[in-house]
């Protein structure tokens, strides 16, 4: 069976080549920008650490037009309840609130979500992903559950699921299975059905890497 392999960063010959073609263009364009108004833009808070973020956020999004993952780094506060969580993100709930009490607070100050389209092969069903098919698919990504996190990625970016509409499973003790999922302006939580539809992105933390043996 086909095995889904990590992909490897961006080298810093490819973040060179980025720089090269801004740099050019920023050349071309010098005279139609004022130096006074450019050191204004610098000067701003946090100046140009600032407008690194902003350059980076906008080659982001181009990248992940072609891409079938993404990739969010999030700072998680683990010390609310999972209701507070929800309601900070201030979209309108379709929820299980026993479910939302069960749901797990996770660990870790500041995770690295990684959101992922599965590949055909990874569905049993041409339309349709079970709650098993979902978990292969974690596993094979080295992926672990962390519903919190996902919240906090819609709370730190409100617009994400807007255009990435996506979900999370998570399982209790007893192996009952129960689900988070965004879309546009609505975010839904209660007992998995096992069948997640194909246009869904799927979300999870990286696990920790093994300590390498001396």
Request: aromatic share 8%; proline share 5%.
């Amino acid at each position: 069976m086909t095995q889904t392999v990590p992909e490897a960063p961006m080298t810093h010959g490819q973040i060179e080549e980025v720089l090269d073609k801004l740099r050019d263009v920023m050349c071309d364009h010098r005279f139609e920008i004022p130096s006074a108004v450019v050191q204004q833009v610098l000067n701003q808070v946090l100046g140009a650490e600032k407008l690194g973020r902003i350059l980076f956020t906008t080659f982001r999004e181009q990248v992940e037009t072609v891409s079938n993952h993404i990739v969010r780094r999030v700072k998680v506060n683990r010390n609310r309840t999972q209701q507070e969580a929800l309601d900070a993100t201030n979209r309108t709930q379709n929820i299980d609130r026993e479910v939302v009490c069960c749901m797990p607070i996770g660990e870790g100050d500041e995770v690295e979500v990684v959101f992922f389209k599965p590949e055909p092969w990874e569905y049993s069903d041409i339309d349709y992903m079970s709650d098993d098919d979902l978990k292969m698919a974690l596993k094979r990504r080295k992926l672990k559950n962390d519903p919190m996190a996902i919240i906090a990625v819609n709370e730190a970016d409100p617009t994400f699921a807007d255009e990435n509409p996506h979900g999370a499973l998570w399982e209790d003790f007893q192996g009952n299975l129960y689900f988070i999922m965004f879309r546009r302006c609505r975010v839904n939580v209660g007992h998995s059905t096992a069948c997640w539809h194909y246009d869904l992105w799927f979300g999870g933390v990286r696990l920790p890497a093994c300590p390498t043996r001396r």
